[in-house]
């Protein structure tokens, strides 16, 4: 990829990261089936969900990748997760 761009958003009751790349891109099915080369987004994707949010990766050969994560706040914590 030559450009990657983060965005995080967070509010009341929600925060969401997505990461954008402009790379060659994979097929998203074989990721899903637990190859050894993409076990990192299996783990990410169970993380998301261990919180009570959700992991969605889009991407196809030959053209770039959408990482899109969401999870929901933490109830009583301020601005410095205090």
Do not use: C, K, N
Not at 3 to 9: E, G, N, P, S
Not at 11 to 16: F, K, L, Y
């Amino acid at each position: 990829a030559s450009t990657i761009v983060m965005r995080l958003h967070y509010g009341d009751d929600a925060v969401r990261l997505t990461v954008t790349d402009d790379g060659t891109g994979f097929d998203t099915g074989r990721a899903a089936e637990g190859t050894t080369d993409h076990y990192g987004l299996t783990t990410m994707r169970e993380r998301a969900q261990q919180a009570g949010g959700q992991l969605t990766i889009t991407s196809t050969p030959g053209q770039g990748t959408v990482v899109d994560a969401w999870v929901p706040a933490a109830p009583g914590q301020d601005e410095e997760g205090v």
